[in-house]
């Protein structure tokens, strides 16, 4: 029994440090280091420095020029902050300008008009260089000379008659007038510059007035107007002062073919058929950019 004792003794001494070993194998996770990833959602552009936080940089989409950096808008996804190109944009424009034109050039040694105009447009973007706009104007111009027959004698001084023999006693003619145009430009972007090349449609509305008969008496004023459609086209260049203003300096040319003054109450024609008066001018404006999406 003696014996038998000391031989179990002997092997619990042998076994006891084997099965320590085996439960400190065991507990060898209570010292694992666990590192928990989260998603991290960005509701505000905020001006913080992260700390001890990892992620993925943000790629930008549809990368832009700096010098175009106003067209970019920022919009806030649950993945993160995607960058876009703004595509449309739109806004105003005035300026003054020259217009140089043959029309009176009996009447006036004065042949250059000073006025002003004002415009809407909008704009698009079809590269990363080039883009597209669209624009109309409306232009007041000043009158280089005066004809008026109750003052002084003039080259149109008389009677006219209608295709149907009713009698017109001339009036007063000047080349003061109205302009509407519509053009469509074609833009290259170069650093702060951006020169264009256009195509137009305008039309001047010039006045002559003449004493018409009412009533078999020749005792009314009325107004003859010339309503014709004209194209030409344009070259300038724009350069950009700030984000959104710019100052541009146009030049543009066209014909008025076969002008004539009408009224809707009277069949008449001042001028012969196939006239051709051409037309040019030179303005330097200011835009503003409104807007854009």
């Known amino acids: 029994m003696t014996f038998k004792k000391i031989v179990l003794f002997f092997f619990f001494l042998i076994l006891y440090p084997l099965s320590s070993q085996r439960k400190k194998t065991d507990t060898v996770y209570v010292y694992e280091k666990v590192i928990v990833h989260d998603t991290i959602y960005l509701e505000k552009p905020l001006k913080i420095k992260p700390v001890d936080i990892h992620f993925t940089p943000s790629v930008i989409s549809n990368p832009v020029p700096v010098q175009q950096y106003e067209y970019i808008s920022l919009v806030d996804t649950a993945k993160g902050i995607v960058i876009q190109a ?3 944009e739109y806004g105003a424009e005035a300026g003054i300008g020259l217009k140089n034109s043959n029309w009176a050039k009996e009447s006036s040694q004065k042949r250059q008009q000073t006025g002003f105009n ?4 909008i704009s698009r973007s079809i590269s990363k260089r080039f883009s597209i706009m669209l624009s109309a104007h409306v232009y007041y111009w000043n009158s280089t000379f005066d004809l008026d027959a109750n003052k002084a004698e003039t080259w149109l001084d008389g009677y006219y008659f209608t295709e149907d023999r009713q009698p017109l006693l001339f009036q007063k003619f000047n080349d003061k007038h109205m302009e509407y145009a519509l053009q469509f430009k074609l833009f290259y972007e170069w650093k702060k510059f951006r020169p264009f090349i256009g195509f137009l ?7 002559m007035q003449f004493m018409v008969p009412e009533n078999n008496v020749l005792n ?14 344009s070259l300038g260049v724009q350069y950009r002062i700030m984000p959104k203003l710019l ?10 073919r076969n002008i004539s003054l009408k009224n ?9 058929t196939n006239n051709t008066f051409a037309e040019r001018k030179i303005s330097l404006g200011i835009s503003y950019s ?4």
């Open 86 to 88: 703004r595509k449309f």
């Open 118 to 121: 004002a415009g809407i447009w």
């Open 201 to 207: 449609v305008n039309q001047n509305v010039y006045k």
């Open 220 to 233: 009314k004023l009325d107004d003859f107007k010339s309503k014709e459609i004209n194209f030409g086209y």
């Open 247 to 256: 100052l541009s300096l146009e030049y543009q040319e066209y014909k008025m």
């Open 264 to 272: 809707s109450s009277f069949n008449f024609d001042i001028f012969k």
């Open 290 to 293: 409104i807007s854009g999406w």
